[in-house]
């Protein structure tokens, strides 16, 4: 049976949101949801949180957003931060940054909001197949765009094609800051699907296998038992 | 033998150019528990639709409203089995209705009517 996570769905405020985000995650069939925080420091009462989604089998992985003006500030960020988080996007708005976050194998996700869906180029492209960092669309980035939305879409379109032929992952996400912004996972795919041109197997992988491999990714990184890339401690079953 | 004529005469449904036809079931939630009447539902559905893949997309589509129960939240859809994604995408693009947040969210597609009203009747009892 499939897997479904919604890679972005803002860290809620108060226990009640948390509540109402868990019941309808679950009610969408999704088994996890990356609550997001655009600042770089563990949000207050997260285990409290996580707690609530846990009572609704639903995953809450920590999700930190940057926004870096510059590739040194990008850097710096995640040399502090990464470690505190299970996932880390980069939505780029400035070409030096977004070159410096598909080059940095530390980046999971890529997100281009508006016009900077340009700097989803072919030089981008190849620099996230290498380290294999994932490009991100979001509904609710989507629908913010309004009036923008056809040019958005035939840039996006274009270098998506790009992408797949290289073989860069490709996320889908809510984006929700809400109850109402959360969307079926299948209906996730069906925007992906229509929307970016995308083939039906690449389609669902976008909001099942492709997100929950990387929060597995780094998860395996942030136990205690990793050591580097393809070497784990083994034999003690107290160590994560 | 029934099932016979009933597989003869969907063959020569589809034979006859109608085409295939997919039923689909959504549910809407809208901010502050708002219930909409039907008819903002149906035009809010149709003009996302419109919106999206013009004219001549919901042409293609074979767009047809079946019905929308206010007390439960569910709507029924009929479309073209081609345009089953299409229609989920106008969906889930539906963001706002009647000024205030909303969503739709497909709950199941079928291809008959029937296997729909299961459904609604395992939601009712529930």
């Known amino acids: ?240 | 033998m029934s099932w016979v004529y009933a597989f003869w005469e969907m063959k020569a449904v589809v034979k006859a150019g109608r085409g295939k036809r997919r039923y689909l079931l959504f549910h809407l939630t809208v901010e502050g528990g708002f219930k909409p009447e039907a008819e903002e539902v149906r035009k809010a559905v149709y003009e996302a639709y419109r919106r999206l893949f013009g004219l001549a997309g919901l042409s293609q589509a074979e767009l047809a409203w079946i019905g929308y129960m206010e007390n439960l939240e569910l709507g029924i859809l009929r479309c073209s089995h081609r345009a089953v994604s299409s229609l989920r995408a106008a969906l889930a693009m539906t963001g706002m209705l009647g000024g205030r947040k909303a969503r739709i969210c497909t709950v199941r597609v079928s291809g008959t009517r029937k296997a729909l009203k299961e459904v609604l009747s395992q939601v009712k009892s529930s």
């Open chain 1, 1 to 240: 049976m499939r897997r479904f996570i919604d890679l972005q769905v803002r860290f809620p405020e108060t226990l009640g949101e948390a509540e109402l985000l868990a019941r309808h995650l679950r009610k969408l069939c999704f088994k996890a949801a990356a609550l997001t925080v655009s600042t770089p420091r563990k949000p207050e009462g997260l285990q409290a949180v996580r707690e609530v989604f846990a009572k609704y089998g639903v995953d809450a992985p920590l999700r930190l957003n940057l926004k870096p003006k510059s590739s040194a500030e990008l850097l710096e960020a995640l040399r502090a931060h990464r470690r505190s988080f299970e996932v880390v996007s980069v939505v780029c708005l400035g070409k030096q940054a977004a070159r410096q976050a598909a080059k940095d194998h530390r980046v999971d996700t890529l997100m281009f909001p508006s016009k900077a869906v340009r700097l989803l180029d072919e030089a981008e492209v190849e620099l996230a197949r290498v380290s294999g960092v994932a490009v991100e669309f979001s509904l609710s980035m989507l629908l913010k765009l309004g009036e923008a939305l056809p040019a958005y879409l035939a840039e996006a379109r274009r270098n998506v094609k790009k992408a797949l032929k290289k073989g860069v992952p490709l996320v889908f996400s809510s984006g929700a800051s809400d109850v109402y912004g959360l969307r079926a996972p299948r209906d996730l795919a069906a925007v992906a699907e229509t929307m970016l041109d995308l083939p039906d197997p690449v389609k669902v992988s976008t909001v099942s296998h492709v997100p929950m491999a990387i929060l597995e990714r780094n998860r395996g990184k942030l136990s205690s038992s990793f050591v580097e890339l393809g070497v784990r401690l083994l034999g003690d079953e107290s160590r994560g």
